[in-house]
């Protein structure tokens, strides 16, 4: 018998007494009505990530900034400095700019979650990891309160990334302190609709 | 294998492991406190992760199979391993055909379970751990102390030391701070992620409707080793399935509150098989049962199969906290290692269910309502008492059996124990106990106070006043 049939049949036999099936509750909450905007902003500045209200503000001073191929015009203008678009890169040159911008598919206000689906404006998973620096655009119609609101809004079977913070360990002592692999510095711009 | 009063004994015998693990699970108890408090549904929550978890036990070689089918429809390659052996096998094989002598690895549970870093080295392979506790541990030539936080028995100075000392390219003058550890720890992995061929993980979360892989994590090296290598394994015990991605609204609420004690954790991660163009271009799964269908038959210990490895259990035991995680000897440990380990291994580690008061805080901090004094007690019952013990509670069954016999015994042990009038002491509440007693009721007495029988019944009392 092979290792997936073997597998298979011990589980089954290990289910020989057939436990009963019962109901899964889920009257647990799934909105959060308020002010999305300001409990978002609350969160993100509670794990150390910045936040703006326009782009101009988050790209002041950086030199290097790699963008997805899809990135929006007029996200850029007024930027100065030199742009890189992601053209299948190496990882040696994403390692060389200083920062990257992306947009997002949702953002979670009550966690201080920002999600990518690798959707229109994200690029694909690495951009957003190995610059030291993440500029992400949130637009307010893409808040939502819960956990459970974010789901429908995402693509289940596209490569996610759920971003709460700046990299970040608690490793030593079990205290939270922000900096390790990812970039450890996440700048929010909060566009209003 | 030593057992647990004996390896207690060891650990409880290091003040400072005892300061470090007491500020440790302080601290998290706390932070953990305070994100349950703020949600309103969170035992709603627990309950509905319970019920979730029971579906999946309950429905499990059927859900397996859709998972595969569907990863494999994405583009995963599914293989599956009865054993540790079978395991590690499959992995080496795959490294080996991948032409590699190293690899990146995120922490997990099943492939420390498995003994996979040692069974790779036997085949020549290095696997770099890089998660910082785990780098930490691994530095440190030591074994991993708790589930989430595997170096949590040592405190910020000890960290630097074993940096100083074993990591060569500590940077110079090096502090205890801790944002200053993390920073070299940065600089030390940074190049073997940009150029790592093959990376390994496990997974939190198997999603059967979509064939989807779920890996949460806080420093980005989870990120790292998931999405630049061109080859990925992730070794995933049967158990880690939820039937639908919808569940994740529960389970992505339940885990980072209940292990970091944050509202969210940095970073999350989920892929479905291969996706052209971002991320690994090859991806294997390793679908592990290595003593699962054992935890499964067991109509009470199956519900330790529900785990998620948050580890809030290990933070608010009293015992935990006294001996920290060496004491128990196995790579699962705490309360749900006291359930787990027992379980999938049969036969080792049958000293476990033993390592607690049952004061029940475990259960109580469980996201999904592992009744873990229940399972404590009832492999407790398993286990071969010793003869000396098996003996006394026959007798006392036969004694107690019978309302003559049972009066008779309670005279006789009163007038059994006057001798000792000189040793009771009073007890909580006034009641008259020993401290001391001779051998081989000393055994009892060594840890604890034997009361002592009533100087008279209640039926003696209700004689002497109302007859």
């Known amino acids: ?193 | 294998m030593t057992d647990f009063p004996a390896a207690a004994k060891v650990q409880l015998a290091k003040p400072q492991l005892r300061a470090n693990l007491r500020h440790a699970t302080h601290t998290i108890r706390d932070k953990r406190l305070r994100v349950v408090g703020e949600l309103d549904d969170w035992e709603q929550l627990r309950e509905a992760g319970r019920a979730i978890k029971a579906d999946v036990r309950r429905r499990l070689p059927e859900l397996l199979i859709q998972f595969e089918e569907k990863a494999t429809a994405a583009g995963a390659v599914v293989h599956w391993a009865r054993d540790a052996a079978e395991a590690n096998r499959i992995v080496a094989d795959l490294a080996r055909a991948k032409g590699v002598d190293e690899l990146v690895k995120v922490k997990s549970m099943a492939t420390q379970e498995i003994g996979l870093n040692e069974a790779l080295e036997a085949e020549g392979i290095t696997a770099y751990e890089t998660d910082l506790a785990e780098l930490i541990v691994q530095l440190a030539h030591d074994t991993p102390s708790h589930i989430l936080v595997p170096a949590i028995h040592y405190n910020r100075t000890e960290i630097r030391d074993i940096f100083v000392k074993e990591m060569h390219d500590a940077p110079a003058g090096l502090t205890d701070e801790p944002a200053t550890l993390a920073e070299a720890a940065r600089l030390h992995l940074r190049k073997r992620f940009l150029s790592a061929t093959l990376g390994v993980s496990g997974a939190n979360f198997a999603i059967a409707d979509t064939g989807t892989l779920v890996v949460l994590e806080s420093e980005g090296n989870g990120r790292m080793c998931l999405t630049l290598p061109e080859t990925l394994i992730s070794v995933v015990g049967v158990e880690k399935l939820l039937p639908s991605y919808t569940d994740l609204e529960v389970f992505l609420q339940l885990l980072p509150r209940s292990s970091t004690g944050e509202r969210m954790n940095p970073y999350t991660t989920m892929w479905t098989g291969v996706t052209p163009g971002d991320g690994p271009s090859e991806v294997h799964i390793v679908l592990l049962d290595n003593g699962r269908a054992n935890v499964l038959a067991d109509p009470v210990g199956r519900q330790a199969l529900a785990c998620i490895r948050c580890s809030a259990c290990l933070n608010v035991c009293p015992v935990y906290e006294r001996t920290g995680g060496h004491a128990y000897g196995s790579v699962y440990p705490g309360p749900i290692g006291a359930i787990l380990a027992p379980q999938l291994s049969p036969g080792e580690h049958e000293s476990l269910p033993y390592a607690s008061s049952l004061c029940g805080a475990c259960y109580e901090a469980c996201p999904v309502k592992i009744n873990i004094p229940e399972v404590l007690i009832h492999l407790r019952q398993r286990t071969k008492h010793p003869a000396g013990e098996r003996a006394a509670m026959g007798l006392m069954a036969w004694v107690m059996r019978n309302p003559r016999r049972y009066a008779a015994a309670l005279r006789s042990a009163r007038l059994g124990t006057g001798p000792l009038a000189a040793f009771v002491h009073k007890g909580p509440g006034g009641r008259r106990v020993l401290r001391r007693a001779p051998w081989p009721a000393s055994k009892w007495t060594v840890s604890r106070d034997a009361p002592l029988p009533a100087t008279e019944t209640f039926r003696e009392w209700w004689i002497r006043e109302r007859s």
């Open chain 1, 1 to 193: 018998m092979n290792a997936r049939d073997a597998i298979l049949a011990r589980l089954r036999s290990a289910l020989a007494d057939e436990p009963a099936a019962e109901p899964i509750p889920r009257d647990y909450g799934r909105h959060l009505d308020g002010d999305l905007v300001e409990l978002l902003t609350d969160r993100l500045v509670d794990y150390k990530a910045r936040v703006h209200r326009s782009i101009g503000d988050a790209l002041a001073g950086i030199q290097t900034l790699l963008v997805p191929h899809d990135v929006p015009g007029d996200w850029l203008t007024g930027y100065t400095g030199k742009t890189v678009v992601d053209e299948r890169r190496s990882v040696e040159e994403l390692d060389q700019v200083d920062a990257v911008l992306t947009g997002c598919a949702v953002a979670i206000a009550q966690t201080g979650t920002i999600v990518l689906d690798g959707g229109p404006t994200q690029g694909r998973r690495a951009i957003t990891l190995v610059p030291d620096r993440h500029v992400v655009v949130v637009r307010a119609e893409q808040i939502v309160g819960r956990v459970p609101e974010a789901l429908p809004r995402l693509a289940p079977t596209r490569p996610q990334t759920w971003i709460s913070g700046p990299s970040a360990t608690s490793d030593i002592e079990l205290n939270r302190v922000e900096g390790v692999h990812g970039p450890r510095t996440l700048d929010v711009v909060i566009l209003d609709a």
